[in-house]
């Protein structure tokens, strides 16, 4: 049984009908959006609404997208208008909400047991120094971090 089918609860309610049709509407509109934008574009196009005046608002993920969009919105009229839309302008709008926040993984730096002894066997080779200094804080380091995490 369809949702939108005449049998389905949105059936009986002629303003859930309108509603459904112009959902299908502006979904396929979103679909011709993508499908005229350069393909590294496409996936950054959102949403779709109709502002004033016949002015087609794209909501994208960030402000490089949108500028794109800008430079790409006389070719993507032309299709859309070739398509059946018929848009006066095109205007991006950026979602913050939609922006994905970037995950921060923190990298694990500790060295592994055989990097440990070919880097305790280097220190042992260089002359006393600065340069054997640092290469020896560094193995004490990472023996530290070990004895934390063990």
């Known amino acids: 049984m369809s ?3 005449h049998s389905g609860f949105i059936g009986k309610d002629r303003e859930l009908l309108r509603l459904a049709a112009r959902i299908s509407e502006l979904n396929h509109l979103l679909e011709a959006v993508r499908r005229h934008v350069p393909p590294e ?3 950054s ?3 779709v609404a ?3 005046g016949e002015t087609l608002l794209v909501g994208v993920r960030s402000s490089a997208a949108a500028a794109r969009l800008r ?3 006389p070719q993507l009229r032309d299709a859309l208008s070739a398509a059946g839309w018929q848009a006066s302008a095109i205007r991006p709008r950026v979602q913050v909400a939609m922006q994905q926040e970037k995950s921060r993984v923190n990298k694990d730096l500790r060295f592994s047991a055989s990097a440990c002894t070919a880097f305790e066997q280097l220190a042992d080779s260089l ?3 600065p340069l054997k200094d640092a ?3 560094l193995v004490a380091h990472q023996h530290r971090r070990m004895g934390k995490k063990s």
Do not use: D, I, K, N
Request: proline letters at 5%; aromatic letters at 10%.
């Open 127 to 129: 002359e006393a120094g």
């Open 41 to 43: 574009l496409a996936s």
């Open 3 to 5: 949702l939108f089918g």
């Open 45 to 47: 196009c959102v949403s």
């Open 135 to 137: 290469v020896t804080a």
């Open 71 to 73: 430079v790409a919105a």
């Open 50 to 52: 109709w502002g004033p």
